[in-house]
């Protein structure tokens, strides 16, 4: 059982992996052969192309469910994912992009880590020497998205560059891992803000590597923090430190976790930019509460005792609001987890997003004792 939940609300978060075994054993049959990426009012999830960025994140719950119970259901639903998207590596697309990491961490390489299996190893790395192909020597990032951007490199990318940490531990080659810290080197050069506030995009001169400016994004302007921007960056400085040792990564990720635990509302779950001019009429992310939920749990399991609560008590106090506030339990027919999350200021507002219920599952399952990490 885990050491990082607190033991008196242990039975709590063991009643919610019940609950959420219930709903997952019910979303299997729902969403079947379906891709998945958002649900709005009626509560049913689309089915998107598998080249699309979130395409890994079902077969990802789908792993965790397996691991965390032994049911071979899961796993029979999870196993061919890999296999599909792995296509796309050698057909055109202009969707596969440096979020590889956020498609095949969590299919092939968790497929490796739970079952041995030597296809999912070869994809993995496959996805990795993509991934790697993306890094920009001259500016010390790695390319974000398509298109003629060749300059820009975003803060969602930290969670990507766990492929390559991941690639560098079971080749030796250490090539991949330099590329993954120096790109976490410029993020948290450029990317992060002195009191912990993060940036979206940032645009770089591609031939000569100087740093530009900073776009909005997905959140409201270049000046304001995006949440579930601020989400990966606390997630992913958190993991690049469990990979490197490197306390920069750790200082860096308790920055954005204090900024972003200060910055929340009253019932812990932000609304999809932490600067926006009036809170009127706006959406929340819980996405975003999840994935920082996540990290959150994993910077607690870094630091010493008398500092680990900090970080843990607000996971909990996140990870309670999105339970009892968010969370869909009573409503059989409706496929997500999570309601109330926001795509950006422009799209997909208000509506269940599929990476809000993987790392909301994840949290949960962190503090159920789950041990393998997909990041
Ligand atoms: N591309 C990652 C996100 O929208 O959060």
Not at 7 to 29: C, F, H, P, S
Not at 183 to 190: K, V
Not at 256 to 264: G, M, P, Q, T, V
Request: aromatic fraction near 14%.
């Amino acid at each position: 059982m885990s050491n990082i939940g607190s033991g008196v609300a242990i039975t709590y978060w063991q009643e919610v992996m019940k609950k959420l075994e219930n709903k997952m054993n019910r979303m299997k049959d729902q969403i079947g052969e379906k891709c998945p990426h958002f649900a709005g009012e009626d509560g049913k999830y689309d089915n998107i192309h598998t080249d699309w960025w979130t395409s890994g994140f079902w077969p990802g719950m789908l792993w965790i469910m397996h691991d965390m119970t032994g049911d071979k259901a899961y796993r029979d639903a999870a196993w061919s994912w890999d296999e599909m998207l792995e296509q796309w590596l050698v057909k055109p697309t202009v969707e596969l992009h440096h979020d590889v990491g956020f498609q095949f961490l969590s299919t092939a390489v968790i497929k490796y880590k739970i079952t041995g299996d030597e296809d999912g190893f070869r994809r993995g790395l496959e996805a990795a020497n993509f991934l790697a192909g993306r890094y920009n020597p001259a500016g010390q990032f790695i390319r974000a998205w398509n298109g003629d951007k060749y300059g820009w490199a975003i803060i969602d990318c930290m969670l990507n560059i766990s492929l390559l940490f991941w690639a560098s531990e079971v080749t030796g080659d250490p090539g991949y891992k330099h590329i993954a810290i120096r790109h976490a080197e410029t993020t948290m050069q450029y990317g992060v803000r002195e009191d912990g506030s993060t940036k979206h995009i940032l645009s770089f001169d591609p031939e000569d590597g100087h740093y530009i400016e900073s776009f909005g994004g997905q959140g409201y302007s270049p000046d304001s923090t995006w949440s579930r921007g601020a989400a990966w960056g606390l997630y992913g400085f958190a993991n690049t430190y469990r990979h490197t040792q490197d306390v920069r990564f750790l200082n860096t990720a308790k920055r954005i976790a204090h900024y972003f635990i200060s910055a929340l509302p009253e019932d812990s779950v932000p609304y999809w930019d932490f600067r926006l001019p009036s809170l009127e009429g706006q959406s929340r992310d819980s996405s975003a509460a999840a994935i920082a939920a996540s990290g959150l749990l994993e910077l607690a399991s870094f630091v010493p005792e008398g500092e680990k609560r900090l970080y843990a008590d607000a996971a909990e106090r996140i990870l309670r609001s999105l339970t009892e506030n968010y969370a869909v339990w009573d409503q059989p027919e409706h496929e997500s987890i999570l309601l109330h999350a926001t795509g950006s200021g422009t799209s997909f507002i208000d509506v269940s997003l599929i990476y809000g219920d993987y790392y909301y599952l994840e949290a949960i399952a962190k503090l159920n004792g789950w041990k393998h990490r997909v990041y």
